[in-house]
């Protein structure tokens, strides 16, 4: 009987559950079918126009002096004075004097070499008189109507005497400029690299007491390649004049101008550039001034472009031998043009053909463009 009444108890239980569940499954809210939203791109769009634009090309390079050069004497001698400028980063002007040598023993050898000048040409006088008394005797005592033998009349004499007095004006001369080689003088305004001389230091002719460079002005080498340059105007090379240039370094201070003036002898062999000059002059009418060995940023000012349209390259897109652009048309969907580049820089693109003015460039990444598809353009 228990047994029973469990059974009848289990069908109870199962019966409620099921109909729980028909109710439940035929009484639950049904829900209206609709089409998901369809996604439009949302992009944003640079609008271009032709214009004229100046190329403006940026490249990096070192700053060198003009020239250089090194201080030595010309004659020997103990060093009796140095300027306080002839130490390493002194400024010196053109003509200061730089260093002097004890001049005592030229001072001697001027007087020696005028003294011997002056018995050269007492010689020479007396000889020119004993010739003129030859001559009278020959003509007018001889009654000679010929011309009188060359000893007689004294030639070979005079012109032995005569080469005396050159010899020894020659040497005077050489004594004179001995003399004034004793004081060393600037050669141009410049800077003091480094020095190596002390007072009362004995020195011969070539010994290297400083080495200097000229402070009028100074030369980035930049280099470039051959594509760039021939958007520049570089002296000898494509134009009579240089395009101008800033020169940026990197310690925050205004930029420096000057002009290209002109291209190395030849392309390096290794890495296939070759070297543009610019010079920039006056180097230290500011502070701080451009030293040399400084590395500097240097933006070309090259030539101007007529009638071309300017976007940043990374707008472009390479495909299939040839770049092109996306744009949005009147329609809001998007266009794909390819395009002809004239020029590309580190940042821009010049385009000579394929945009329109007015023409909206896409400048957002689209993952999967196609053309036609329609786009929504931001802020619109």
């Not at 040598?101 to 002056?118: C, F, H, K, Q, S």
Request: aromatic share 8%; no cysteine.
């Amino acid at each position: 009987m228990k047994r029973l009444f469990q059974a009848l108890l289990v069908l109870v239980i199962l019966s409620l559950g099921l109909g729980l569940a028909f109710y439940l499954v035929h009484t639950k809210p049904r829900l209206k079918k609709r089409k998901p939203p369809r996604h439009i791109p949302l992009v944003e769009v640079l609008v271009v126009q032709k214009g004229d634009h100046q190329v403006e090309i940026e490249e990096f390079g070192t700053v060198y002096p003009l020239r250089t050069g090194k201080i030595v004497p010309e004659v020997s001698g103990r060093i009796i004075y140095i300027s306080p400028r002839l130490i390493a980063g002194g400024h010196f002007r053109r003509g200061e004097v730089l260093v002097r040598l004890d001049p005592l023993d030229y001072e001697t050898a001027v007087a020696l070499a005028e003294g011997e000048w002056r018995e050269a040409e007492k010689a020479l006088a007396e000889t020119e008189a004993a010739a003129e008394s030859a001559l009278h005797e020959w003509f007018q005592v001889l009654k000679k109507k010929t011309p009188p033998p060359p000893l007689v009349a004294k030639k070979p004499q005079l012109a032995a005497a005569r080469a005396r007095v050159e010899a020894a004006r020659a040497k005077w001369r050489k004594a004179k400029e001995d003399l004034r080689r004793t004081v060393i003088r600037a050669p141009f305004d410049g800077l003091v690299v480094k020095a190596d001389v002390d007072l009362g230091q004995y020195v011969n002719p070539g010994t290297v007491l400083a080495e200097v460079y000229d402070a009028s002005a100074v030369e980035v080498r930049v280099p470039l390649e051959r594509r760039e340059i021939r958007w520049l105007e570089v002296p000898g090379f494509n134009a009579p004049k240089g395009s101008w240039a800033e020169v940026f370094p990197f310690l925050g201070e205004r930029p420096w101008r000057g002009r290209v003036v002109r291209v190395a002898a030849q392309v390096d062999e290794k890495t296939r550039l070759i070297d543009v000059f610019v010079r920039i002059k006056r180097p230290f009418s500011r502070k701080p001034p451009l030293l040399p060995g400084s590395f500097v940023r240097v933006n070309f000012k090259g030539r101007l472009l007529r009638g071309v349209y300017v976007l940043p390259r990374d707008f472009l897109h390479w495909r299939k031998g040839h770049y092109e652009v996306y744009l949005v048309n009147q329609k809001g969907r998007l266009e794909v043009r390819p395009v002809k580049v004239l020029l590309f820089t580190k940042t821009k693109a010049f385009v000579r053909e394929g945009l329109y003015p007015g023409a909206r460039v896409i400048t957002s990444p689209l993952p999967a463009p196609v053309p036609g598809m329609e786009v929504r353009i931001k802020g619109s």
